[in-house]
């Protein structure tokens, strides 16, 4: 496709162009890396790393880890398995090649969001 007509083609996602659910996979990635954790820590940590602005559900967040470890990406194992209540999560070697695959191929997706959201400030709100 000519560079003309991929710069004139209509993105019709606004403000962002990655979705709620890539992005929260990619926050879930990045955690692992660091430690263990269990869904509802999760939670907890991306709000508290997004300074209460926003978290992801339990039900974006369980389904999510179903499918990171159906593709291998994790790992899960009961704290308790006669209780099964506590499932914790360890990111494996293909969740770390897939996270550093998916952290390069957003990285742009997002710095564009950010500038959308910036200039919109700017433009409508004077700048802060």
């Known amino acids: ?12 996602q ?13 926050y879930i990635l990045h955690l692992l890396i660091e430690k263990d954790y ?13 300074d209460y602005k926003w978290e992801p559900s339990p ?3 369980y389904p999510l880890l179903r499918n990171l470890e159906s593709n291998n990406y994790i790992i899960g194992w009961w704290e308790e398995p006669s209780k099964r209540s506590i499932r914790h999560y360890r990111i494996t070697d293909e969740g770390i090649d897939n996270y550093k695959k998916i952290k ?17 400030i700017k433009d409508i709100y004077g700048g802060m």
């Open 38 to 50: 269990y869904g509802n820590e999760l939670i907890d940590e991306i709000k508290k790393r997004i």
């Open 14 to 26: 606004f403000p962002s162009k990655i979705s709620t659910t890539q992005f929260v996979k990619l």
């Open 104 to 120: 390069l191929l957003y990285k742009p997706i997002i710095d564009d969001s950010l500038v959308i959201i910036k200039n919109t």
């Open 1 to 12: 496709m000519p560079a003309s007509k991929s710069i004139n083609r209509r993105n019709r």
């Open 59 to 61: 039900g974006m967040i």
